[in-house]
């Protein structure tokens, strides 16, 4: 099967927060909601989330879950934002997560 879907590369010559776009029909990345992501250096970028009660576990805090699969989704933002690796062109082949502490729905 050939994938015949555009590439795109974002236009990040600012440190603007941009719209992440989540993939169409009935993947996994489609049904979380977008996220916003800038550059913050030279090689370097950051990542917002918004938080809801559909993201806490049942100590009212972030779920492990939503964590993890957002930190998996801004692995490879560093070479988005640097034209080095296109929208939906990487895959993940190892990542560690260690939680040290609660993180609250809605926080910083």
């Known amino acids: 099967m050939v994938d ?6 974002p ?5 603007e927060w941009m719209a992440m ?3 169409e029909g009935d993947s996994f990345d489609s049904q ?5 992501f800038r550059k913050s250096g030279d090689g370097r970028a950051e990542a917002r989330f918004e938080t809801s009660s559909a993201s806490q576990n049942g100590q009212n805090g972030l779920h ?5 699969v957002r930190a998996e989704q801004v692995l490879y933002l560093p070479l988005y934002i640097n034209r ?5 062109r990487v895959v993940t082949i190892d990542m560690t997560l260690q939680f040290v502490g609660l993180a609250a729905v809605g926080g910083n």
């Open 84 to 88: 080095s690796v296109a929208f939906g």
């Open 4 to 9: 015949n879907s555009p590439v795109y590369f």
């Open 64 to 68: 492990g879950g939503f964590l993890a």
């Open 11 to 15: 236009d990040v010559t600012s440190s």
């Open 32 to 36: 979380l909601a977008p996220y916003e």
């Open 21 to 23: 776009p989540m993939p």
